[in-house]
């Protein structure tokens, strides 16, 4: 049950992309395709961005998208905006019904 | 609306025990596989346990494993998080959220529990 590894940090201009990178094993990440990523603004609860790898709950922004490779999986967001400024947290099915999140990684509107 | 209500949380001294209360609305509460997340301050998120629709299967982070149980109440759309023995390392902000798809797609607001002397 080891955190899954994230860039502490990542950062763009507006309307630029960033994407971070969720790394774990073929006993999580790479074993199954329930990946999800999770945004925090703070003093706020997490909020569902990307489930099963790629697919965007109802009311999502298409500038948020999801992929995986092997045991990394990766969150994109196009077009930044300030309010996309918040700490963003992978997470993963790692088997015997347990649940693993990433170590999260902060994103910075410059 | 869909909502989550957390209550509970509070300062209690190492070895001693609180009962975490999560209360449903909007949704089949029933249907859902349940979950608590702890996030301890300034940390990251950690998958804490969860709790099938019906009760029948929980599931638990090594660490809370023997000192923690989770539970649920259908007909009072609530899900509880009992925890005993409690550990500074315990000391976090408690989110409840409800399972769908592999992921975690409703969440409350939180309540913090402090373990401290």
């Known amino acids: 049950q080891s955190a899954l590894t994230q860039p502490p940090s990542a950062s763009g201009s507006p309307g630029q992309s960033v994407t971070i990178s969720c790394t774990g094993t073929?006993?999580?990440?790479?074993?199954?395709?329930?990946v999800s990523w999770y945004q925090q603004h703070p003093g706020k609860a997490p909020k569902l961005m990307i489930y099963?790898?790629?697919k965007r709950p109802s009311g999502v922004p298409d500038r948020f998208s999801g992929s995986k490779s092997g045991n990394t999986a990766s969150l994109t967001v196009s077009g930044l905006q300030a309010e996309d400024e918040a700490d963003y947290y992978c997470s993963s099915y790692a088997g015997s019904n347990d649940y693993v999140f990433g170590t999260g990684t902060k994103v910075t509107v410059l | 609306e869909v909502q989550l209500v957390e209550s509970g949380g509070g300062l209690v001294q190492p070895g001693g025990s609180l009962r975490l209360s999560c209360a449903a609305s909007?949704?089949?509460?029933?249907?859902?596989?349940m979950n608590w997340v702890r996030q301890a301050p300034g940390k990251g998120l950690v998958w804490v346990s969860r709790l099938k629709s019906d009760g029948s299967s929980t599931n638990y982070v090594d660490s809370v494993k023997g000192r923690f149980t989770i539970s649920r109440d259908n007909a009072k759309n609530t899900l509880y998080l009992q925890m005993n023995t409690l550990r500074a390392e315990d000391t976090a902000v408690y989110y409840c959220a409800r399972g769908w798809y592999g992921s975690f797609d409703i969440w409350g607001q939180g309540t913090m529990v402090t373990v401290s002397p």
């Open positions: 909007g949704f089949s509460f029933s249907t859902y596989w």
């Open positions: 099963e790898v790629s």
């Open positions: 073929s006993s999580d990440v790479g074993g199954y395709n329930y």
